[in-house]
Structures are given as C-alpha cells and as structure tokens.
C-alpha cells in the first residue's frame, strides 16, 4: 500500500505545482493574467494666489459658464467668414478638472450637453443653449495646464445653417457623461 500511496503523494504534489504555474500540459502556452490597474487620481491643481479677471469677447453668452483664471490667447478671438465665432485660452486645470467643470457647470447654466468625444489629453463637448449651438475641445498642455477652444455660432443671425456644428439629439447612451 505504500507504493500506491507515494504515487497519490506525487501526483497531487505535480497537479499543484502545474496548477501555481500555470502549466496545463497541452502544446498551447498559456497567457499570463492581465496585471490590475489602479485608478490613480492626481491631486488637484493649487490655485492661483490671486484671480486674474478675463475679458471675454461680447459673442460669448453672457451666462455661458467660464472657468476662472483664464488667459485669452493672443490672436485667439476669431470669426469664420460662415458666422461661427471662436475663443481660444488656457486655464491653470488640469484635463479631468476642466472636464468636471463642463459637465458640472453647463447643464446648470441650461446649456444641453451632446455626445463628445474623449481622449487621453483632450476631449470635445457639443452643446445647445436656446438659438446657440457650440462645442468646447479640452487639450491637456501639462498636469495643470490646459488649452481649451470654445467655437459657437447663433442659429438666427446664420439663417438656420450651422456649418460645423451640428444639431443637439438626445444620445442613446445611458452615461450621463458627453464624453465617448
């Protein structure tokens, strides 16, 4: 009985140790499990010492909400020859804290937010608000600096065309979030 014994005690010692490494014995390797990352936030950016007030360009609807702190670009206050009136500046945000300012502060102010599109250093977000159409694109340019472009144009004084703005439809997507 011993031998059948000592054979039991090899075969569960082999069958472990296939098991702890991951051989199966069949000719095809086995992938090693995915390794699981972690969802690392970084720490907010500090604030500015003191608030610089921003001169907004008057195309910009008075309750459209506008991050503090803001710079204009120089030569970043244009308008297409098609009406549409562009806004480019940067914010001492980082990309998530811009992001959370869009999609904290335009829905209260009534601006109804479409589906945009998110990446790794940038994200777009279309928007509605009354006879305005628009979208704001987010770019990261360092941990806590970031480029924003804010692009509308007024449906009446365009006469119903707006050329790179489409329509706000309601999207199917059960995420709150206007960010793909």
Sequence with gaps: ???????????????????????????????????????????????????????????????MPKPRNAAIMKNGVSMTSDGVHIVRF?????????????????????YALGRGDAEATEADAPFVHGQI?????????????????????NINNNLGQTPIIAPHTPSSSPSPLPFG
């Excluded at 990352?37 to 921003?54: E, F, H, M, V």
């Excluded at 001492?92 to 811009?98: A, D, F, K, N």
Aim: proline letters at 13%; glycine letters at 6%.
């Design 1 to 63: 009985m011993q031998p059948v014994r000592l054979a039991a005690m090899i075969t569960a010692a082999l069958v472990s140790v296939a098991a702890l490494t991951g051989c199966s014995g069949g000719s095809k390797p086995q992938a090693a499990p995915a390794p699981t990352q972690s969802l690392y936030t970084p720490p907010p950016c500090p604030a500015p010492a003191k608030a610089t007030p921003t001169h907004w360009p008057a195309f910009l609807p008075g309750d």
């Design 90 to 110: 940067i914010t001492p945000t980082s990309l998530r804290e811009s992001v959370l300012f869009i999609v904290q502060k335009y829905p209260k102010a009534g």
């Design 133 to 153: 159409r628009g979208v704001t694109r987010i770019s990261r340019l360092a941990d806590c600096q970031t480029l924003w472009l804010t692009a509308t144009v």
